[in-house]
């Protein structure tokens, strides 16, 4: 069982918008800051695609983005493309005992 | 190039040891906290263990305490696991990653680990 919590699918067509949450507790998503996104297609590495909530690293599109309130966490694809179908994984920071958490992944299907 | 390539999984027997290395390139190795993350084939992602500048730091999730060790060497930009005590639930692709803050910027390929009698 994954600590944080993600819906297991969600789609959308071709340029519309995907909104996928991550719901933890206050120990890792509600008391830090620290809440990361992973983009993964199918046999490949894992790529960051959103950090300390809402900043994208170099090369990652503007159509990602990412927010917060509360203990639940989200990441928003907008003007969905053929190549964002992938599963995606939040991840947290976790105080109590200094180790890192993840979601059990949400795969997003571009219809 | 900024790459990272881990080496050293296998097939073991439960109860078995086995070490991971992880060779990086591209970036000044030892000015970065670095990580091990797995996942179970067809699972999720795993955070195992991490290990500050200089190895000064250490820190691991509970499943693997007392039984992996995680350790670098920057002489050799170079970053390892080693596994002892391995168990069925231990079998995955096992990845290396550079921090950057609180999240992993960059990643391998990957190792598989296969733990079965």
């Known amino acids: 069982q994954s600590a944080l919590t993600q819906p297991p699918s969600a789609s959308g067509s071709p340029g519309q918008s995907v909104t996928i949450s991550c719901t933890g507790t206050n120990s890792d998503v509600g008391g830090y800051n620290y809440v990361s996104w992973y983009q993964q297609h199918p046999g490949k590495a894992p790529k960051l695609m959103i950090y300390e909530v809402n900043k994208r690293p170099s090369g990652v599109p503007d159509r990602f983005s990412g927010s917060k309130s509360g203990n639940t966490a989200s990441l928003t694809v907008s003007g969905l493309q053929a190549e964002d179908e992938a599963d995606y994984y939040c991840s947290s920071y976790e105080g109590s005992n200094i180790i890192y958490v993840f979601g059990s992944g949400t795969k997003v299907t571009v219809l | 190039e900024v790459q990272l390539v881990e080496s050293g999984g296998g097939l073991v027997q439960p109860g078995g040891s086995l070490r991971l290395s992880c060779a990086a390139s591209g970036f000044t190795f030892s000015s970065y906290w670095m990580t091990w993350l797995r996942q179970a084939p067809g699972k999720g992602l795993e955070w195992v263990a991490n290990?500050?500048?200089?190895?000064?730091?250490?820190y691991y999730v509970g499943s693997v305490k007392g039984r992996f060790t995680i350790s670098r060497d920057d002489a050799k930009n170079s970053l390892y696991l080693q596994m002892n005590s391995l168990r069925v639930e231990d079998t995955a692709v096992y990845y290396c990653?550079?921090?950057?803050?609180?999240?992993?910027?960059?990643w391998g390929r990957g190792t598989m680990v296969t733990v079965s009698s």
């Open positions: 990653a550079r921090h950057i803050g609180w999240a992993f910027d960059m």
């Open positions: 290990i500050k500048q200089h190895g000064s730091e250490t």
